[in-house]
């Protein structure tokens, strides 16, 4: 994996933008590092495409001050920052052949035609179309245009590319081998990519960081391991995965811990005090299906759960078993199929007990 410099390299500072009413983006921070591949994700609205423009120079902020490699660009037009971007439409020309249009930006710049055919044939190796400079868009799979817009937008050396949703117009498969693709050339060449996506696991194959984005903000900034294993808040536990949610009570403190209490066993959770909760304080206790345990009897673990087998989807490499409490909340525990042994042997309407270990699950606020 490439080595990512720790120091920011690009500084967003309070940066808000405004559409009349609309407050897109609403006063964001945000460092982002030499070489990383930092991802934006959110659902639809939440303000990703305007902050990419904003660092592309396509949108002014409203207020708020960007900074690249130190040097204050806020007011700079697109085409005097070290930037570029890619589109999610591609955006190349019908009539021209892929080399031209790969060549068209330095060309334009009236760079020497022998070093622009220099350059093109090393994005083309680059983006592994060596035998495709002739053809015309329309000749190309919907993943070589890809690669062409990718070439395209690389070849006059940026010091970040942004990307906006890059791999949307793919089909699954093809996006999942992409994703690799991309993360492949991002650290051959060691310049900083940052990538608009809504699909969380396109964001976690990709990232070095994810910026997670609800309501033009910043939810959580971490790398893929740490919104999926930490999530800060219940927007994030909900957004990045599945996740089961547990009411619970503050029913003791004990110096950096607390004990938490659910209604629906008799144990309780030891986890680490979280500042701003004290006793009697309702919060939740998030944990990953797959954290979970299931068996017909309780077992070792801190917390036991009654309920019941709704339904099991099996999903080859491992089943999901959607389990009812007493209360009516189906709890999702996450099987592996691995060997016949890791397999329980639960069907349809058997009454079972979830394992919940304490160091398992987050506690978010309410
Ligand atoms: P999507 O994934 O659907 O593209 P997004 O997260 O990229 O969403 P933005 O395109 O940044 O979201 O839009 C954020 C908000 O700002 C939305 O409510 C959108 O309608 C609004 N908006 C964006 N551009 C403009 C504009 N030029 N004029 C008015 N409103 C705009």
């Known amino acids: 994996m490439l080595k990512v410099d720790d120091t920011p390299f690009i500084r967003i500072e309070n940066v808000t933008k405004s559409f009349g009413d609309v407050v897109a983006v609403d006063d964001i921070s945000l460092e982002i590092r030499k070489n990383e591949l930092f991802c934006l994700l959110g659902g639809s609205g939440c303000g990703k495409t305007t902050l990419l423009r904003m660092l592309a120079g396509f949108e002014t902020p409203t207020s708020g001050r960007i900074f690249i490699d130190g040097v204050d660009m806020s007011t700079t037009p697109a085409h005097a920052r070290p930037t570029n971007m890619m589109f999610q439409s591609y955006a190349l020309f019908p009539h021209m052949s892929v080399a031209k249009n790969i060549a068209y930006g330095l060309l334009r710049d009236g760079v020497a035609k022998s070093e622009v055919n220099d350059r093109v044939a090393q994005m083309l190796k680059l983006v592994q179309l060596g035998d495709f400079g002739k053809r015309k868009p329309a000749q190309l799979s919907g993943g070589q245009r890809q690669r062409v817009a990718l070439a395209r937008a690389l070849i006059k050396r940026p010091k970040v590319l942004l990307l906006d949703e890059p791999l949307g117009a793919l089909d699954k498969k093809l996006r999942e081998q992409t994703q690799f693709e991309l993360v492949n050339i991002q650290e051959s060449l060691g310049i900083t990519f940052i990538v608009v996506t809504h699909d969380q696991e396109e964001a976690m194959t990709l990232s070095s960081r994810i910026g997670v984005m609800n ?13 999926y294993e930490a999530p800060q808040t219940r927007f994030v536990a909900d957004f990045i995965g599945s996740i089961n949610v547990l009411e619970t009570m503050v029913v003791g403190i004990d110096g950096p811990h607390m004990f938490l209490q ?18 009697t304080d309702n919060c939740w206790y998030a944990v990953r299906p797959e954290k979970l345990s299931i068996g017909t009897t309780s077992d070792a673990s801190d917390m036991n759960i009654e309920g019941v087998v709704e339904d099991i989807a099996y999903l080859g490499g491992q089943s999901i078993y959607h389990v009812k409490l007493t209360d009516g909340q189906i709890i999702k525990v996450a099987q592996s199929n691995r060997t016949r042994r890791d397999r329980p042997a639960i069907t349809w309407e058997d009454k079972v007990f979830l394992g919940i270990d304490a160091g398992d699950g987050v506690v978010l606020q309410r």
Do not use: D, F, H, W
């Open 215 to 227: 309501k033009g903000q910043i939810a959580q900034v971490g790398t893929p391991r740490q919104v």
């Open 262 to 279: 659910s209604q629906m066993a008799p144990e309780t959770l030891k986890v680490p005090l979280v500042e701003g909760l004290g006793l």
